[in-house]
């Protein structure tokens, strides 16, 4: 586990690493097929991610972003607090969170547990152009903080956390 003198700045995902979103993704899912079939596609075999990857050639990228923000702000109204939110107030450097969750969704949830005021930036899937793993996101949140990516380090849950975290040339921790 790292400490506040190792980093000038730190950057966490959210969902799964600090706190878990309440999000019905099943629900999610069957709001994105229904939106893709009254635009005429067929899309009842795919799954969300390769639905929200596909919608821009079908024009849909405005619409199934409206749907999973939606779905998402919903899930962040009851989302649980996970341990390493504890770490948050504790750190000595500027904090951050760069979430494949959009921006509001992790805004409404840091709030919920009462860390919004410990995080000096928020980027959301909606933030920037790109979306993890796409280094930008980090990139962004990290400038926002005023730090390097070779003095930062970024703590997550997943696997595309990590790749990133190295696309980025950020230190990377996964959460315990």
Do not use: Q
């Not at 390493?84 to 969704?105: F, K, M, Q, T, Y």
């Not at 956390?161 to 696309?167: G, N, P, Q, S, Y």
């Amino acid at each position: 586990m790292s400490s506040s003198t190792d980093y000038e700045a730190v950057v966490y995902d959210l969902d799964g690493t600090l706190v878990r979103l309440a999000v019905n993704w099943k629900a999610a899912a069957s709001d994105a097929t229904t939106a893709f079939a009254e635009a005429g596609v067929d899309a009842a075999d795919a799954d969300l991610w390769s639905l929200f990857e596909t919608a821009p050639e079908y024009g849909l990228a405005e619409d199934l972003e409206s749907i999973l923000a939606g779905h998402e702000r919903r899930g962040a109204e009851r989302a649980i607090r996970l341990p390493h939110a504890d770490r948050i107030p504790e750190w000595g450097v500027p904090v951050g969170v760069c979430s494949l969750n959009a921006e509001a969704a992790c805004r409404l949830a840091l709030d919920r547990h009462d860390l919004l005021d410990h995080v000096d930036a928020v980027v959301g899937r909606d933030s920037v152009a790109t979306y993890k793993p796409d280094p930008e996101p980090l990139l962004t949140t990290i400038d926002r903080l005023g730090a390097e990516p070779s003095s930062a380090l970024f703590v997550g849950d997943s696997e595309r956390d990590a790749v990133t975290a190295e696309r980025a040339g950020v230190a990377f921790e996964w959460v315990d």
